[in-house]
């Protein structure tokens, strides 16, 4: 089966501060990878997606993440915090042939001014 | 991205009585669609997976007879949560995958439930 691993359930970084929202994996098999955010109350945005593609991925809002197979991880980065970047993330792995997501924990990330 | 309305964003129901959720894809066909459950500061949990004109799949745990999930056209599937207790009261989320997309499926905005 396969799943993810978010380490960290609470990131707290000041404003301009370099964010790193941490997620491995778990698959036998050549994964598809995510990551969501959720802000209160509101469905799931997605932020970026690994298909197999380049390693370095890019997504909106200025996040990017690299996947790294030989540490089986999908870290999330962005270089510099903004307030509105406090939510909710979630890291997603697609399983199975009815392609359906298993996610992780969830990490919340808390903006300081 | 492709866009998936979920309707009501917020229920407040009685006890025994039961609710219907919908989800709809507004600009593609949806032949696979997801129902998710949110606990509060927790994770996604999969309820079940609905492919179009089929009997949806259900995960472990989940009781098909207190969640039906209805997914008779291309670009709708409901979830009815009948004889609603208040341990339903979650956040429920639906997602849709249409064909064309092989890697990913797009979310609805979810809907508060809650069940007095």
């Known amino acids: 089966a396969q799943s993810v691993t978010q380490l960290g359930s609470h990131v707290s970084v000041s404003e301009g501060a370099l964010v790193l929202l941490r997620c491995n994996y778990s698959?036998?098999?050549?994964?598809?990878l995510f990551w969501y955010v959720q802000y209160p109350n509101q469905g799931l945005q997605l932020l970026l997606k690994?298909?197999?593609?380049?390693?370095l991925v890019k997504g909106i809002n200025g996040f990017e993440a690299e996947f790294k197979k030989s540490v089986t991880s999908f870290h999330l980065t962005k270089p510099s915090a903004h307030m509105s970047d406090a939510a909710e993330y979630f890291c997603?792995?697609?399983?199975?042939?009815?392609?359906?997501?298993?996610f992780g924990a969830g990490t919340r990330l808390t903006v300081k001014p | 991205g492709a866009v998936v309305s979920q309707h009501p964003s917020r229920v407040i129901c009685k006890s025994g009585t039961s609710v219907k959720i919908e989800c709809r894809s507004l600009d593609f066909q949806a032949t696979t669609m997801f129902w998710y459950r949110q606990f509060p500061k927790q994770s996604l949990m999969l309820m079940a997976t609905?492919?179009?004109?089929?009997?949806?799949?259900?995960e472990q745990g989940v009781e098909k007879d207190k969640f039906l999930i209805n997914h008779a056209s291309l670009t709708l599937s409901t979830l009815t949560v009948t004889s609603a207790h208040p341990e339903d009261s979650s956040f429920y989320i639906c997602?849709?995958?249409?064909?064309?997309?092989?890697?990913?499926?797009?979310f609805g905005q979810g809907t508060r439930l809650t069940v007095v």
């Open positions: 997602s849709a995958r249409g064909d064309g997309s092989i890697t990913e499926a797009f």
């Open positions: 690994y298909t197999s593609a380049a390693t």
């Open positions: 997603a792995v697609r399983t199975g042939n009815n392609n359906d997501m298993r």
């Open positions: 698959s036998s098999v050549p994964p598809y």
């Open positions: 609905s492919n179009e004109g089929s009997k949806a799949t259900y």
